[in-house]
């Protein structure tokens, strides 16, 4: 009764040290290259600075390509600040 309660708890504690290992590897989007193939299939979310000058700020989307994995890259665009100026 003794070794299973131990493997019971040895396991425990494994699952939770793998969860938090993978709950720290958040990943940063990868960086837009020209010309690099994104084959968009769904966008899950779109974020970028909030500015009220007329600039060039760092942008990321985050979607689901063609063959069903998540991808996160980064570009860099003009504000929304500027679609307002003449």
């Not at 019971?8 to 958040?26: C, E, Y």
């Not at 500015?51 to 390509?65: E, G, R, Y």
Request: with cysteine; aromatic share 6%; net charge negative.
């Amino acid at each position: 009764m003794k070794l299973r309660t131990l493997l019971f708890t040895a396991t425990l504690a494994l699952a939770a040290v793998s969860g938090m290992a993978q709950a720290d590897t958040a990943a940063k989007p990868v960086q837009y290259q020209y010309g690099m193939p994104l084959n968009v299939d769904k966008v899950i979310a779109m974020h970028e600075e909030d500015t009220d000058m007329c600039k060039v700020i760092n942008a990321d989307i985050k979607f689901v390509d063609k063959a069903g994995k998540i991808e996160d890259v980064g570009y860099r665009k003009m504000s929304e600040a500027c679609d307002f100026q003449n």
